[in-house]
């Protein structure tokens, strides 16, 4: 087996994994829903009604479609993107350890919405974060490739200690301002830095 089929063998394996994890994961809650259920109620009736003769339950529909499916769907979009962004880093760096937190990016991210949550006291909410977060992310990509330079033979290695450097700048003057805020807003902080998926909701 060349290098290549066996790239795509494990692509294939990885595919079905995900597909099994995410109906799976859809399955899981607090209220109980097996997976011939989920199946039948995510496939058209023309298509469900020939291998289950069950009445799809409007409760089940309404927990799927409303509540797990977009988070699931949400979930899988933000995993797709750290894992591509992982990967743009890695090539660009020649680097397989390379990641967000390397670079500084995650600290710069959690800056800018730190700032948001502290001194404008989240007045433009989830969206006010998310422009922070990424403006934060990109003043963190500008300082690590400002100290870069341009030596190709030793931008690299610049780059991942810029990267640490950045890091730890944007760390410190996040936990200044935390200092100094309302125990309020460093709880909301510490809420957002960990995540969550339950603001998602139902397009269709």
């Not at 290549?4 to 994994?17: A, G, I, T």
């Not at 769907?73 to 894992?83: C, D, I, K, N, Y």
């Not at 450097?165 to 309020?184: E, G, K, N, R, W």
Request: with cysteine; glycine share 8%; proline share 4%.
């Amino acid at each position: 087996m060349t290098k290549q089929h066996h790239y795509c063998s494990l692509s294939w394996v990885l595919f079905v994994l995900a597909l099994f994890t995410f109906l799976f994961s859809l399955s899981l809650g607090a209220y109980p829903v097996s997976m011939v259920q989920v199946i039948n109620h995510l496939l058209p009736d023309s298509i469900s009604s020939i291998w289950s003769t069950a009445t799809p339950d409007p409760l089940v529909q309404q927990v799927i479609w409303q509540l797990r499916l977009p988070r699931m769907l949400l979930a899988f979009m933000a995993g797709a993107g750290l894992a591509l962004a992982g990967a743009v880093l890695q090539r660009v760096t020649r680097n397989p350890l390379a990641d967000p937190y390397l670079f500084g990016i995650s600290s710069g991210a959690s800056f800018g919405a730190v700032v948001m949550l502290t001194l404008f006291n989240n007045k433009l909410g989830h969206i006010g974060i998310s422009t922070g977060a990424m403006l934060g992310a990109l003043a963190a990509m500008v300082i690590v490739v400002g100290l870069s330079g341009r030596q190709v033979n030793r931008q690299v290695e610049r780059m991942l200690l810029a990267g640490v450097v950045t890091s730890f700048m944007f760390a410190a003057l996040s936990s200044l301002l935390l200092y100094f805020a309302d125990p309020q807003a460093a709880a909301s902080v510490l809420f957002w830095s960990l995540g969550s998926f339950t603001r998602a909701s139902c397009l269709f």
